[in-house]
């Protein structure tokens, strides 16, 4: 009896180190290796360079669209495991809307069809999901655009509930800006959102009052700019805005245009006309500025997006309808970094497209002509 026990046990524990024999042959089998890569990596075609007047250039850099892109490659015994147990579930992209980089080069997006907000830290290979679904608890159902203040804490504006949720760096849930009692939500449909830290203020745009609301830190409304109308400083459904030192720009989107005021609400100029020819809008999105003061807007309808000067006048477009790299399928949000890195929100490709823009100073200071 005693001998048959053991002989069963030896009989198990021979299978177990066969079948790991097993799985450590195919991972090291070059047919297995190839097969995955040939399953996992997709070949693109690097788009070449866009070269613009007076010698700058945008620089295609790189797509993503999944927590796998950032998390560090498994090892060997990573692998090992991954065949075992099976790879492990990576969040994804649904439907993009809005992103914000942060003071440590964080892309941090806005996701409505994962209701949650999405943190890429690539040079620490983290990624990080945030979401709030406690019924009764401030649930944020639908985040829409997204900003980050001079801590690197994180602001999100909800259209559906009417507020605006604010967490730490590290995503914990620290307070809701316009939650009422009964749980409504002070704002009709906050979209766009800019913070400056300097000030102690807050920018949202309420698409559905044809306005912008100007907080303080605490949340409480100083004062509000707009009003329904064509005229200007008037705005028809304003959706993003953004915070350009003392400037503020802001998508007047059923109007077809890009107003600009000063940080006090005053204003200063626009641009913009409807229509379907380069230089005209018909379904504006987002809009973001470079480190040489040009005004970066992006097309949901032509999945293009336009650079213009001060004046209003184009400079030049990138982009075109479709699913390869620089092709987009309604870009919703864009952020520039201080060092012109561009990062476009390809919404329906449910992916971020990231580019380059090398201006006037930055060729210089590489000692070029």
Partial sequence: MVQSLLTAGTTVHLRRSWLLTVVILAVLSPSWSSEKRKNNTEIVARPPDLLLQGGRKLVFERSFSSER???????????????????PAYHSLVRPYSIAVDSRGRAILTDPGAAGVHIFDFAGQKYKFIERREKGKDAMLSPQCVAVDAQDNIYVTDSQVGKIFVFSPGGKYLRAIGSLKGGEGFFKRPTGIAVDSAAQRIYITDTLRDRIYVLNSRGEVLKTIGQRGTDQGQFNFPTELKLNEHELVVVDAMN????????????????????????????????????????YLADGLWGVVQVFDQSGRLLYYFGKTGTGPEEFQSPTGLFITSEDYVFVVDSLNR??????????????AAGQP
């Fill in 256 to 295: 077809f245009r890009v107003q600009v005021f000063n940080s006090n609400g005053d204003f200063r100029s626009s641009f913009g006309r409807q229509g379907d020819s380069s230089g005209e809008l018909f379904r504006p999105k987002a809009v973001a500025i470079d480190s040489e003061g040009h005004y």
């Fill in 351 to 364: 992916r971020i497209q990231e580019f380059r823009y090398f201006g006037l100073e930055k060729r210089s």
């Fill in 69 to 87: 892109d950032v998390r560090k490659k498994p090892g060997f015994f990573g692998k090992v495991l991954n065949v075992i147990a099976g790879a």
